[in-house]
């Protein structure tokens, strides 16, 4: 009977155990999206700044790239004012000269805004001195020059005043270049945004950048710094794609072929938020022929807003229309990881 009871006893206490640990768990394989093409008409003039949503394949927001002159920076500790480089806009701080007298450029020294998106190095600058709580201007004028719409034509001279920046709100004032028509702004941050934009040629007019989450990519014409054969530094206007500055990174690859990146790869290259760092290089322009080609074995690794890993390349620069091949038509496939 003992032995029974201890045979029993064993038996007991093996299934007690086994019940103990879980049975081995299924890993499910990391699956990937589909291939998805798509084209972004820019058109031939490169008159359209388009964000893009890579999770949704759309595009977020079409606007003519004039729409804005000046973003203001819409965090909660930001301070910054951006110009609109697709228009190649500048500016230059005119010193000893008085708001609301005719502007002066003699001596002038042109900033740009930097295409990687570093904030240490804007235009504009640090404009303000702190009192407090609040963010105080220096009351030294600028002068913006506009830059030049899609056709070439330039926009024209403004001066600016940035006054201060009080409870998230920027208070400025515009005039024209001889320092006639001077008017007061306000423009209050907006909750979300990276930007909130305004128009000289139309202050009423409310213009925001999308939804800082709901966009990944910014297919537009922007200014870059080249170089010269000697070294010197030049602005130039180029057309391609900046990076959501505020959540999105970007890996480059130009040896693996694009089909055989992987999951696994991806998570293991170097990211960076490089605002231009897929930028305009994927095309090169050949003068002789007058045309562009576009580089397909160059790769990115976009790792969008929501944190998901994308391959992508572009695939075309151009577009049939009324039987002709017409540029600024950027085309490009990319999948989920």
Request: with cysteine; charged share 20%.
């Amino acid at each position: 009977m003992l032995r029974l009871f201890l045979h029993l006893m064993i038996i007991s206490l093996a299934v007690l155990m086994t019940s103990c640990f879980k049975d081995d768990q299924l890993v499910t394989p990391h699956k990937p999206g589909n291939y998805i093409t798509d084209t972004i008409a820019l058109t031939d003039t490169y008159k359209y700044q388009v964000y893009y949503n890579l999770r949704d394949s759309s595009a977020v927001s079409t606007t003519l790239k004039t729409i804005w002159d000046l973003g203001f920076e819409s965090s909660p500790s930001g301070w910054r004012v951006i110009l609109n480089s697709s228009d190649f806009m500048k500016s230059a701080y005119l010193n000893g000269q008085v708001f609301g007298s005719p502007a002066d450029t003699t001596g002038a020294k042109w900033l740009f805004n930097p295409s990687d998106g570093r904030s240490d190095s804007v235009a504009i600058g640090q404009w303000f001195t702190l009192n407090g709580n609040d963010t105080v201007g220096l009351n030294r004028l600028m002068l913006i020059d506009r830059g030049m719409d899609e056709n070439g034509e330039p926009l024209g001279f403004n001066q600016l005043v940035i006054d201060s920046l009080v409870k998230g709100t920027f208070y400025f004032r515009i005039a024209a270049m001889d320092g006639s028509n001077p008017k007061s702004y306000a423009i209050a941050k907006r909750s979300g945004l990276n930007h909130v934009l305004f128009s000289i040629s139309n202050p009423s007019l409310v213009i925001a950048e999308p939804a800082g989450t709901s966009w990944d990519l910014l297919f537009t014409q922007y200014t870059t710094l080249l170089f010269t054969d000697k070294g010197e530094p030049y602005p130039y206007l180029v057309t391609g794609v900046l990076l959501n500055p505020a959540f999105v990174e970007v890996a480059v690859d130009s040896i693996t072929p694009f089909a055989n990146i992987e999951f696994e790869q991806a998570q293991t290259m170097s990211f960076t938020r490089q605002a231009d760092r897929i930028g305009y290089t994927w095309k090169t322009y050949n003068f002789t022929s007058g045309s562009y080609t576009v580089n397909s074995d160059l790769c990115y690794i976009i790792r969008d807003t929501k944190g998901f890993l994308y391959k992508f390349r572009f695939i075309g620069f151009y577009k049939l229309l009324n039987k002709r091949l017409e540029k600024g038509y950027p085309s490009f496939e990319y999948q989920k990881l």
